[in-house]
């Protein structure tokens, strides 16, 4: 705990407060410091119990909207985590997610280098691109970034992503840092079809639906790719050893060698890595246990292919292994949370709120 963290006179931006990761990175603010927050959203379900808080102020809108950009981008701190994130409209609406996540952004971060407000840009661990099933730890600065063909709008999400990055990072006098979300996980995360959004959210939340409904868990080509999946409180746990390093009087002292600043993190759970067929199983025991019933009451998981179930234009990573030393080095944060913990108290929270659903 650094003293800054009780200066009343800082306020941070959320942009995406009122989403899966906003909603936890906010509530952590409120709970472990005295900093005020604004937060930008369309949508507030997920927050209505601080939507009176006095430290907070809320604004329905968006960063399609330039007067909202300039109001952000007056607070120091700006959390931009707004996105189009959602699988299924990466095929059909390329050109929409192109907009959401490189010529919104890129709105932002000009907006920020003019005010001078440390700009904390959410990208994606998408942008490592189509990797090979025995593809190594992925590394923020050296690993080779390879994408399928323009036809393969699947990579739209991941290019427009990577674009702002680069944006960012060639933008003179803007102060940034930049963080790759491997697979968070955690309660509130994305929709359940049908109840409160539409299209494939993923696949922790699509497996958590069908589990709910008593339907079987479909593995995309079989499931054999692999994802390491990251609670999100350890994301929010991140984001405060981002905050220390980058505030603390101590970080003015080694200020050059271990500055967050022009930097893109990776943050992640190598220990957490599993082929989408080891979760299925894994998540079918879970929910057997929650429900007390037997595993064998749980339907089998039906494979589909990823084009059938997705459209045109579906493409895959194989294998998304985070290097975390990055991290480590120079912030000292190392992801815990186990697997199995995860995957119980995200499936928990998802059949207690949606029980009915
Ligand atoms: N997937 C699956 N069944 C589903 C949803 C997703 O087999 O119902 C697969 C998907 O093809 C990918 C992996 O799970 O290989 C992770 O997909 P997700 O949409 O969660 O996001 P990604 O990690 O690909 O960004």
């Known amino acids: 705990m650094i003293p800054q963290f009780n200066d009343q006179s800082i306020t941070v931006a959320i942009v995406?407060?009122?989403?899966?990761?906003?909603?936890?990175?906010?509530d952590a603010i409120l709970t472990r410091t005295k900093w005020r927050v604004f937060g930008v959203d369309l949508d507030f379900y997920r927050i209505q119990h601080r939507l009176n808080d006095e430290r907070c102020e809320f604004m329905?809108?968006?960063l399609a909207d330039k007067s909202v950009v300039e109001r952000i981008a007056k607070?120091?701190?700006?959390?931009n985590l707004a996105a189009i994130c959602t699988p299924s409209r990466y095929m059909a609406e390329a050109p929409e997610v192109i907009r959401s996540n490189y010529d919104h952004p890129a709105a932002l971060a000009d907006a920020c280098a003019k005010s001078g407000s440390w700009l904390i840009h959410f990208s994606t661990s998408e942008i490592y691109?189509?990797?090979?099933?025995?593809?190594?730890?992925?590394?923020?600065?050296?690993?080779e970034l390879t994408f399928g063909?323009?036809?393969?709008?699947?990579w739209s999400y991941a290019t427009a992503k990577l674009l702002t990055e680069r944006y960012i990072a060639g933008l003179k006098n803007l102060k940034w840092t930049v963080v790759r979300p491997f697979n968070f996980v955690g309660p509130y995360m994305d929709f359940m079809p049908g109840v409160?959004?539409?299209g494939i959210p993923r696949v922790l939340a699509n497996f958590s639906s069908a589990l709910v409904r008593g339907e079987p868990l479909k593995l995309v080509n079989g499931g054999v790719a692999k994802r390491s999946f990251t609670s999100v409180f350890d994301a929010v746990d991140f984001m405060f050893a981002l905050f220390e390093a980058e505030l603390s009087t101590s970080a003015t002292e080694n200020a050059a060698e271990k500055s967050p600043l022009s930097q893109a993190?990776?943050?992640?759970?190598?220990?957490n890595e599993l082929t989408i067929a080891e979760l299925a199983n894994k998540m079918r025991k879970i929910f057997a246990e929650i429900k007390g019933v037997s595993v064998d009451t749980i339907p089998e998981p039906e494979e589909v292919s990823g084009v059938e179930y997705y459209g045109e234009g579906y493409e895959d990573s194989m294998r998304r292994l985070p290097s975390v030393e990055k991290a480590e080095r120079l912030l000292g944060f190392k992801a815990k949370t186990p697997i199995d913990v995860v995957l119980r108290e995200s499936l928990e929270w998802f059949v207690g709120h949606y029980s009915n659903g």
């Not at 025995?134 to 690993?143: F, G, I, N």
């Open 129 to 143: 691109g189509r990797t090979s099933a025995d593809s190594d730890l992925l590394v923020e600065d050296e690993s």
């Open 265 to 271: 993190f990776n943050i992640g759970n190598p220990e």
């Open 196 to 198: 409160d959004g539409s």
């Open 75 to 79: 607070y120091p701190i700006v959390v």
């Open 16 to 26: 995406g407060c009122g989403g899966f990761i906003g909603c936890h990175l906010l």
């Open 149 to 154: 063909p323009v036809t393969a709008s699947r």
């Open 60 to 62: 329905v809108a968006d």
